[in-house]
């Protein structure tokens, strides 16, 4: 198989997955899903070898695997396992392209697409993370810095004679899931030291809980002036989506510097005689 052949099949099992998730599944479904996709084809896009051809035992589980996840994407309606799809897909084209012995070389291709199983965290792992108390805190010294008198009452917070409860659906754990999915398609496509691989999932998650912090103190004073436009701001709004970006936005321009020290590849050292 050539390089050429296998990067146009990858390709169409890309898309074909992603015209049947926008289908059906929910933005935060196909929205990881296009970006492991979309990361995976530019960081095998990149690579000089050619895939090596695989023997022939490893066609069938190749070929299995690229095309079982169909079976369940097909279904309507969406499904937790729909979640594996990229992975399972991508495991069949490296086994396409070079059999067991080609797995170890593509880990980056292989976290990439595992980025559908990180974002949006499985349930379990988001109520374990949300950070509900950190959320209210965080939350009502943004008022108090706005000027807001606000006090906390446990997880809920009381000012001018109206308050807000922090629920875990306000903590913006989907959130946070996503900006730390990017970050990991950011470390695979750039070089890094072992501390800017520590920095920056950090600093994606430390921006994306302030922002969200922001967003609840921001609904806070809504409830208070504007009550009629907390809907749009809130939950699945028509502006709601304006915090996200902003958090993905700050925190892009924070990775700039952090990662412009990355390391420079050392030159080769001449042939000794």
């Not at 069938?60 to 937790?80: K, N, S």
């Not at 609840?216 to 809504?222: C, E, Q, R, S, T």
């Amino acid at each position: 198989m050539s390089r050429r052949t296998w990067f146009a099949a990858a390709v169409a099992v890309a898309l074909a997955q992603l015209a049947l998730a926008v289908r059906d599944g929910p933005v935060t479904f196909y929205g990881p899903l296009a970006l492991a996709w979309a990361a995976m084809l530019l960081v095998a896009s990149e690579r000089r070898d050619s895939p090596i051809l695989a023997n022939p035992p490893a066609w069938v589980p190749g070929a299995l695997l690229v095309l079982a996840p169909f079976a369940w994407l097909a279904r309507p309606g969406y499904g937790p396992l729909d979640r594996t799809a990229a992975l399972a897909s991508g495991i069949g084209l490296l086994l396409l392209a070079g059999g067991l012995r080609e797995l170890p070389r593509r880990g980056r291709e292989l976290l990439l697409l595992a980025l559908p199983l990180i974002s949006p965290f499985p349930r379990q792992i988001a109520h374990a993370v949300a950070p509900l108390r950190g959320t209210a805190v965080f939350a009502t010294l943004f008022l108090r810095a706005a000027g807001v008198p606000a006090e906390m009452d446990g997880q809920d917070i009381a000012f001018s004679g109206t308050g807000i409860a922090v629920l875990e659906s306000c903590t913006g754990v989907e959130q946070l899931s996503q900006l730390f999915a990017l970050s990991l398609v950011v470390l695979c496509l750039f070089r890094t030291t072992a501390a800017q691989k520590i920095a920056v999932p950090l600093l994606a998650l430390a921006c994306g809980f302030l922002a969200n912090a922001a967003r609840v103190a921001a609904i806070g004073i809504l409830a208070r002036d504007l009550p009629a436009t907390v809907d749009l701001w809130d939950g699945a709004g028509l502006y709601a989506p304006v915090f996200s970006a902003a958090a993905a936005a700050i925190t892009c321009l924070l990775w700039w510097p952090l990662l412009r020290a990355a390391p420079r590849r050392r030159p080769a050292l001449p042939d000794l005689p």
